[in-house]
């Protein structure tokens, strides 16, 4: 299963599926900053709207992406978390510092071209 990363403007967008391996999150999260370092992103919005559930590994992954993204200078928004997966994130104790969550991709593109304007970080 290939896992899509899109360049929209100055931010990736990857879309996460419910299937997804261990070893199939170990390689995105390299995909992923490979291409924020190659491609100069300043932003990063992982779509998790159509997970369900999240396991504890995975929940790391996804910390571990989000914050491996911020030193590299790109902020973080990750849109589409179901109410299941947020009870999940917390109990495994995950804090996601300096991350935004917007309820849609739509809205966290929005947020990135309204800090763009406003020169905001996170």
């Known amino acids: 299963m290939q896992i899509p990363i899109i360049k929209i403007g100055n931010v990736l967008l990857v879309t996460l599926h419910p299937d997804i391996t261990d070893d199939q999150a170990v390689a995105l999260k390299q995909e992923i900053l490979v291409r924020i370092q190659k491609l100069e992103c300043s932003g990063l919005l992982i779509d998790i709207g159509v997970v369900d559930l999240i396991d504890s590994y995975m929940g790391r992954v996804l910390n571990e992406i989000v914050e491996m ?51 905001a970080k996170l």
Request: glycine letters at 10%.
């Open 69 to 119: 993204a911020r030193l590299l200078g790109a902020s973080s928004v990750i849109s589409g978390m179901s109410p299941q997966v947020a009870i999940a994130m917390v109990e495994f104790g995950l804090t996601f510092r300096d991350v935004r969550t917007a309820l849609t991709v739509e809205k966290g593109l929005e947020w990135f071209a309204e800090s763009s304007k406003t020169g």
